[in-house]
């Protein structure tokens, strides 16, 4: 038998797996989620009120969704000049060098830790600090939780960024050089024109991946069902509370847990799909 | 979290013992050897459960699996029929019991006692009554040295720091139990907040599991919150002495919790004992119950299986297996309630007929 048509069989059949599963999944999640959505209808998405006592039940996803985009753009900003920074280390200022390697295996051995270990970190380590800081709620919360998800994405957004600097073609950083430009201009005229799309692709992949961390955050946000009124309330995740609550959820509520999970699908979707449109439009 | 590790790796050596003594049990007694017992739900008895597993599966070779998942997690495996028991805190109403696929009794394996650990250096014995229990816990007295705790707490030197309310974030027997306590002793607190597995706080943070806020308390000065008390005793968590019901402060201990068990029991054991009339009971004391249904054969399980089942869950009601409560700091059951726990488990029965005499 030809070989092509076998491979092409296999490639095919193992596609069509990824879309049976991807599928099912969504199917699932909405499954489970309508009772909720037939219960409260949209109220679902902007009540605050989570109310899990027996007859007075009440369910409402809003300070979850708020503690999500809260965390994950803090997060965000946290980690901002601290990837681009390290990235343009690496990829220009100490390119090829023994530091720029030890820097780069460094960040490399921070995307390898599990999320269990940061929690603990930031519960024993972290904690203690802020709380001598004179942080509020003894120290837990969304601006440590926050902190330790900017840690977390810092080597996503760096690798990503530091990949697609090192890509930029050398003609074009040398014609500038020659024309007699520093090479902090070369960076800001250049390296970041020419790479921009790539550089927000990864820090939206980084955004990505804040939303969807649970542990660490769940060991340090407070697990308060609450809409922070600050930047150091306590607070909850989407991710957090399916995490916590989903073991002795029934009915209802175990619905609006599904719920949670589809709106939390949804908010990513919907954020890689603005990425992918500006990237489209930065190209 | 430190709580939590020593449990993992308890289970695991709690595994490899299993294994090991089954193969001299395998001498011992050939029959049990095909038979493995699984079960899940609280985390409330879980001490206890793993002593008490552990010694029968010594003594038998009958094989043993307790998963600690909760007790919401316990009623969900019995109705999947995923286990040969469950166990919860908090017993089915009957509304939940008719929901059921089958019928299911309750059994009392042992007393336990939710105590409000907290962490203030140099403060031990903090007395709490019913008015203080209530403003605390609804965040209404937010600092330690409140004049109205102080007042309470005459010879105690309280700080001046915040009090930070420390409950679960996971839905909980415990809570039940603190929460049917609560509800009892403060109008405010059963009209706003209620009684359940899971609630809506008005203030503090939560923690998942007992081992979750037990560590919390333990790395937090001025946290407060209620705990199974194993988990307290085991950690060294200071804990408070609660005003019963006659106004007396009590310490949480396996005389005061027994005397919580001292009145009357309903034939089916479904009973509350929080708030108990005992002028000498700790008044946040609870049964613990293992549910299993009353007929045995259902999704092909063997007689064997069942009858393996209900002798294991008659030797819990034994002296030998109660003796070793207090170990870990629980109550050993009132005679009257490991009576009647044996009574029900002779109605248990295998195709209509009843499979202990």
């Not at chain 1, 901002?80 to 990829?91: E, H, N, T, V, W």
């Not at chain 1, 810092?154 to 690798?159: G, K, N, V």
């Not at chain 2, 001299?24 to 001490?47: E, Y």
């Not at chain 2, 937090?220 to 019901?245: C, L, P």
Request: charged share 15%; proline share 4%; net charge positive.
């Amino acid at each position: 038998m030809n070989t092509d048509k076998i491979t092409k069989a296999v490639l095919q059949f193992s596609s069509l797996i990824i879309l049976l599963v991807a599928g099912g999944m969504i199917f699932s999640l909405v499954e489970g989620a309508v009772p909720a959505f037939k219960e409260f209808g949209f109220k679902f998405i902007f009540s605050n009120n989570w109310n899990p006592t027996e007859g007075k039940e009440n369910f409402g996803a809003l300070p979850f969704i708020a503690g999500t985009l809260i965390t994950s753009v803090t997060a965000l900003l946290i980690s901002l000049p601290l990837s681009f920074s390290a990235s343009l280390f690496l990829s220009e200022y100490y390119r090829r060098t023994r530091m720029a390697k030890v820097l780069g295996m460094m960040v490399d051995l921070l995307a390898g830790i599990p999320s269990i270990v940061y929690g603990l970190w930031g519960f024993y380590v972290l904690r203690p600090v802020l709380i001598d800081l004179g942080l509020p709620n003894q120290g837990f919360g969304i601006f440590t939780a926050s902190i330790i998800l900017a840690i977390m994405i810092i080597p996503y957004a760096t690798s990503l960024s530091n990949e697609i600097i090192s890509m930029v073609p050398n003609e074009l950083k040398e014609g500038a050089y020659s024309l007699g430009a520093t090479k902090l201009e070369v960076i800001t005229h250049v390296i970041v024109p020419s790479a921009r799309s790539g550089i927000v692709a990864g820090y939206i992949l980084s955004f990505g991946r804040a939303h969807g961390e649970t542990m660490a955050v769940t060991m340090l946000i407070g697990n308060a069902n609450i809409i922070p009124n600050g930047l150091f309330s306590t607070g909850n995740t989407m991710a957090s509370v399916i995490a916590n609550q989903f073991g002795e959820a029934e009915g209802l509520k175990l619905s609006s847990l599904i719920a949670i999970g589809l709106l939390l699908f949804l908010i990513t979707g919907i954020i890689n799909t603005i990425g992918k449109f500006i990237i489209k439009k930065m190209a | 979290m430190k709580n939590l590790v020593t449990i993992i790796l308890l289970l695991f050596v709690i595994s490899a013992c299993n294994s090991t003594s089954n193969k001299k049990g395998d001498k011992k007694s050939a029959k049990a050897k095909k038979v493995a017992l699984t079960a899940a739900g609280a985390t409330f008895p879980m001490p206890y459960y793993n002593m008490v597993f552990k010694s029968y599966t010594k003594k038998t070779g009958t094989l043993l699996t307790y998963g600690g998942i909760g007790s919401g997690g316990g009623i969900r495996s019995l109705t999947d029929k995923i286990v040969d028991f469950g166990a919860t805190d908090a017993y089915l109403s009957d509304d939940k019991l008719a929901k059921m696929p089958a019928k299911v009794v309750h059994i009392p394996t042992v007393l336990g006692a939710v105590v409000i650990a907290y962490n203030l250096p140099g403060a031990d014995g903090l007395k709490l009554s019913d008015l203080l229990l209530e403003k605390i816990f609804m965040g209404e007295i937010t600092k330690w040295n409140d004049p109205l705790i102080q007042k309470n707490n005459e010879g105690i030197t309280l700080p001046d720091l915040k009090i930070t309310f420390v409950h679960r974030s996971d839905g909980s027997g415990t809570t039940f139990i603190f929460s049917d306590f609560m509800s009892k002793i403060s109008t405010k607190w059963a009209e706003k907040v209620g009684r359940g597995k899971s609630l809506q706080w008005p203030v503090g943070m939560g923690a998942k599991g007992n081992p979750g806020v037990a560590g919390t308390i333990k790395q937090t000065k001025g946290a407060v919150g209620y705990i199974g008390s194993e988990y307290a005793f085991a950690q060294k968590i200071q804990t408070a002495k609660v005003q019963n019901s006659s106004g007396n402060y009590i310490e949480p201990s396996i005389e005061s919790v027994s005397a919580a068990a001292k009145g009357e029991i309903p034939n089916d054991t479904r009973i509350m004992l929080t708030n108990s009339a005992d002028p000498a009971a700790y008044p946040i004391s609870g049964f613990t119950w293992i549910i299993l249904y009353k007929e045995q054969a259902y999704d092909g399980r063997s007689k064997e299986q069942a009858l393996v089942t209900v002798t294991f869950l008659d030797w819990l009601e034994s002296s030998e297996a109660q003796s070793q409560a207090e170990k870990v700091h629980y109550a050993p059951l009132p005679k009257a309630a490991a009576e009647k726990a044996k009574a029900i488990l002779r109605t248990v029965t295998f195709n209509g007929k009843t499979l202990l005499k």
